[in-house]
């Protein structure tokens, strides 16, 4: 594993701090304390809080993207590729859970560009999950339930996993993985 660069250490930094007090309520000063420098050396390696916020953001919903994208060109039939969404949530809230407040919480502070970058993002992701459930459901592999309710239940409850996970210290990865999928797919397949 290589060594966390400077950039990376702030973004990491302002990970907690944003999850904490939310973007808007946090400054570059709070962000220099936190890190134990002095504000005027942040901008040696970023150029503004919006770049963190861009990064942290952007960053994981490609992930999220790339994983979806693997996953619905997959050979397997509609319950895999659930289990394989589940788990993708799960492994990225293991890895960033503070990143995923600000993607959760803070994604409208995003400057236009980006804004639209990641509602782009945001809505194939959810339509690409819709369209594994509608031929689940046309393949009798999933029962026939209204397919936003399956949609708004599942994506609901992995996205607020990072609020959850983090206070949970006697469940380990590899339960709370088979589990969910479990409990998440029991009730449609």
């Known amino acids: 594993m290589k060594p966390e660069s400077r950039k990376e250490e702030i973004i990491r930094a302002a990970s907690i701090l944003f999850k904490e007090k939310g973007y808007s309520a946090v400054t570059m000063r709070d962000l220099a304390k936190a890190m134990g ?89 959810e339509e690409s999950f819709r369209d594994i459930v509608k031929k689940g459901i046309e393949e009798k592999e999933i029962k026939s339930f209204n397919v936003e309710i399956i949609v708004f239940s599942t994506l609901s409850t992995l996205r607020t996993l990072y609020l959850w996970y983090p206070k949970q210290n006697n469940i380990d990865a590899s339960i709370l993985k088979r589990d969910m999928i479990s409990v998440l797919l029991k009730g449609i397949v």
């Not at 990064?55 to 394989?84: C, Y």
């Open 37 to 125: 420098i002095k504000a005027a050396s942040l901008y040696n390696h970023i150029q503004s809080k919006q770049e963190i916020l861009s990064t942290i953001i952007i960053d994981l919903a490609e992930e999220f993207t790339s994983g979806m994208n693997q996953i619905v060109i997959s050979d397997k039939n509609a319950t895999e590729k659930l289990e394989n969404i589940i788990s993708l949530h799960i492994d990225v809230t293991l890895r960033n859970s503070d990143g995923l407040a600000s993607l959760n919480n803070d994604w409208m502070h995003l400057e236009e560009e980006n804004l639209q970058y990641f509602e782009k993002m945001r809505q194939d992701y």
